[in-house]
T-cell receptor, first 120, second 111 residues
């Protein structure tokens, strides 16, 4: 149980284009999903928190108009990097937590495998 | 959320127990201790968490001191596949409890 998937696993795009990353909880309904970013040799940095049907809450310094988050259902959240530039190249990771069916630890975050974004 | 302090790196011989320490001297009464690990180029994997009692599951054991100011993650029989960065995080339970990742401990299991 508690499997989270991400798609795509890798994406290469040209500067100025937009990229959408999907995060799905496969065997549970996630009340909350989180998006993180990780640069090489650095730790994970939380970008935003989203609850189903609500606007995402962004961490300080994260541009909400650049990183659009949609949490349309209890099993799907999407992150769209708009007008991507080379400095947006990073490893993007989502996590999910929630309670239906009731997991042993509903407050535990389970992570996806990550998406490697390269902007040329 | 309280901060944690971990050694930057540790080595362990394959087949031996790996004991990873974590200091969290400013932990609050309603904060849990969580452990995750991240194998290179993958998303973090949940290992175990606890509040004040020692915990054990199929992956590891978590020993929390009585004053809750420190804890130790124990991998009883480390294998090469346990080589990873291990993160100790303290977090308030509930949906608003963020996970703030520090630098973690890089565990190298050697044959």
């Amino acid at each position: 149980g508690a499997v989270v998937s991400q798609h795509p696993s890798r994406v290469i795009c040209k500067s100025g284009t937009s990229v959408k990353i999907e995060c799905r909880s496969l065997d549970f309904q996630a009340t909350t999903m989180f998006w993180y970013r990780q640069f090489p040799k650095q730790s994970l940095m939380l970008m935003a928190t989203s609850n189903e049907g609500s606007k995402a809450t962004y961490e300080q310094g994260v541009e909400k108009d650049k990183f659009l988050i949609n949490h349309a259902s209890l099993t799907l959240s999407t992150l769209t990097v708009t007008s991507a530039h080379p400095e947006d190249s990073s490893f993007y990771i989502c996590s999910a937590q929630g309670g239906t069916p009731r997991l042993a630890f509903t407050d535990t975050q389970y992570f996806g495998p990550g998406t490697r974004l390269t902007v040329l | 959320d309280a901060k944690t302090t971990q050694p930057p790196s540790m080595d362990c011989a394959e087949g031996r127990a790996a004991n990873l320490p974590c200091n969290h001297s400013t932990i609050s009464g309603n904060e849990y201790v969580y452990w995750y690990r991240q194998i290179h180029s993958q998303g973090p994997q949940y290992i175990i968490h606890g509040l004040k009692n020692n915990e054990t599951n199929e992956m590891a054991s978590l020993i929390i001191t009585e004053d809750r100011k420190s804890s130790t993650l124990i991998l009883p029989h480390a294998t090469l596949r346990d080589t990873a960065v291990y993160y100790c995080i303290v977090r308030v339970a509930g949906n608003t409890g963020k996970l703030i990742f520090g630098q973690g401990t890089t565990l190298q299991v050697k044959p």
